[in-house]
Nanobody
Framework: QVQLVESGGGLVQAGGSLRLSCAAS????????MAWFRQAPGKEREFVAG????????NYAESVKGRFTISRDNAKKAVYLQMNSLKPEDTAVYYC?????????????????WGQGTQVTVSS
């Protein structure tokens, strides 16, 4: 069974940092691009950052460019999201996802396997 388990969320003050981790199992991790999405209460799930199978290509939502960094370690079957200079607008549940559908790299519909999510709360 495909398993994606996020960790590292928590409560942090504006300007602080958090590092999210996603542990993968049940599939050949290096065969798949991965991404982070987030969802705030009452809003739709939105793309945050994506990374290619071997980490050679990365892309980010405009709202997080220069502040967030996505990375992966295929030997450990893990993907990470380093979040710096956090803002209250970053408050959301963050999800790790595996891209397994042909389509745009930043579209929710391109991902069919998801983790359970981890809460990130940024106070002002």
């Amino acid at each position: 069974q495909v398993q994606l388990v996020e960790s590292g969320g928590g409560l942090v003050q504006a300007g602080g940092s958090l590092r999210l981790s996603c542990a993968a199992s049940g599939f050949t991790f290096s065969n798949y691009p991965m991404a982070w999405f987030r969802q705030a209460p009452g809003k739709e799930r939105e793309f945050v950052a994506g990374i290619s199978s071997f980490g050679s290509s990365r892309n980010y939502a405009e709202s997080v460019k220069g502040r967030f960094t996505i990375s992966r370690d295929n030997a450990k079957k893990a993907v990470y999201l380093q979040m710096n200079s956090l803002k209250p607008e970053d408050t959301a549940v963050y999800y790790c996802a595996r891209r397994d559908v042909v389509g745009s790299s930043n579209a929710v519909g391109s991902y069919s396997s998801w983790g359970q999510g981890t809460q990130v709360t940024v106070s002002s």
